[in-house]
């Protein structure tokens, strides 16, 4: 045939002519039985359980199958530059997260304790200024003044809903909850919180007589630029605990570097902590709220696999906007390490 190509037909009849008495090409079914000799031979000719590879892919034949091709995936290290700058970032903003919570629960503080005019009004002033120093967006900055004073960014009043959840135990006890929820929409609030108590093997039910409320203000004497050696830490203690006592506080304690807890009725709470705050002491309100104070003895965490799940839990509760407080009896188990309590303890009040 290719030396009648080479001839040239210069006419399309002949041309046609030609291709008609030309051999048929071989089908599919030919093609797949010569290569499945060929690959029967190559596979004879290697050493038992070798595969021949041909163009980077393996090629292997079985009597079920005589032509099989399989190809393996280069497998990544995951040690890429995109994983390390993922995690990096995630970290970050996991930090960043955790700092604008705090500036915005002083806002929110010094807002409740002396109103929303910085004219007269140092603390909110000064939180203000840190908090834009951090980076924190004015919408979130006038957020958080609007809740110091009971009201949302649109302007509506929040209600305070407590929600009474405990973790599922094996063989032990649970871990009661009081969940507080700062909303001005009730039944979207308790719809969402609830559903993520499912979702971590939680269940509703009453936990509050597990607790007792109390009024808690956290101050530090002196602020940061206090000198030192200025007064012994049982002068100090004295001076807390006179004025205190005359705020109406039921007790007070020494938590160190200058900071204490002064424990108050509910009802003095905000009253006792302003009365420290401009009185003799000078003292700066890092805190105060009324809380949910375990009134029994706490429930201990076995493992590190039962903390793990209840920080799990915790972070999804926080991660919630409308969640002001969570409060929990537990405590640190002999088995569980002081970075996973750390993380427990930051998401509890």
């Known amino acids: 045939m290719e030396h009648l190509l080479r001839a040239r037909p210069t006419t399309t009849s002949a041309l046609r002519t030609l291709l008609r008495s030309s051999p048929a090409r071989p089908t599919s079914a030919a093609i797949s039985t010569t290569c499945a000799q060929c690959l029967r031979r190559r596979q004879q000719a290697l050493p038992a359980g070798a595969t021949s590879t041909a ?12 032509r099989s091709f399989s190809t393996s995936a280069a497998q990544l290290s995951g040690h890429n530059k995109w994983s390390k700058i993922k995690h990096d970032k995630a970290r970050l903003d996991a930090k960043k997260s955790s700092q604008r919570a705090l500036l915005n629960k ?27 120093k951090a980076g924190v967006p004015k919408a979130i900055i006038e957020a958080a003044i609007a809740r110091g004073q009971g009201r949302s960014s649109t302007g509506e ?62 101050l530090k004497l002196g602020g940061d630029d206090k000198e030192a050696g200025e007064k012994s830490e049982g002068e100090d203690f004295d001076d807390v605990m006179m ?41 700066k309100i890092v805190e105060s709220d009324i809380v949910w104070n375990p009134s029994q003895e706490k429930v201990r ?36 390490a002081e970075e996973l309590w750390d993380a427990i303890e930051e998401n509890l009040d």
Do not use: C
């Open 55 to 66: 163009g980077g892919n393996n090629v292997s034949a079985s009597p079920h199958h005589p």
């Open 301 to 336: 965490l076995p493992d590190a696999e039962a903390a793990q799940a209840f920080a799990d839990f915790l972070d999804a509760i926080r991660d919630y906007n409308d969640v002001q407080a969570v409060y929990a009896n537990v405590e640190q188990g002999d088995n569980v």
């Open 157 to 218: 009043s929040l209600e305070t809903v407590v929600l009474e959840a405990m973790t599922a135990s094996k063989g032990g006890d649970g871990i009661a909850l009081v969940i507080e929820i700062l909303t001005d929409n009730r039944n979207r609030a308790l719809h969402d919180v609830r559903g993520i108590i499912k979702k971590h093997n939680a269940i509703l039910t009453p936990t509050t007589f597990l607790f007792e409320k109390a009024g808690r203000t956290v």
């Open 106 to 132: 002083e806002i929110q503080l010094a807002t409740r304790l002396y109103g929303p005019d910085t004219k007269f009004n140092g603390q909110l002033a000064n939180a203000i200024a840190i908090a834009r």
């Open 243 to 283: 004025q205190a006592i005359e705020a109406g506080a039921d007790d007070v304690e020494d938590i160190g570097d200058g900071m204490f807890v002064v424990w108050t009725p509910p009802t003095l709470t905000h009253k006792a902590a302003q009365a420290l705050s401009q009185g003799d002491l000078k003292a």
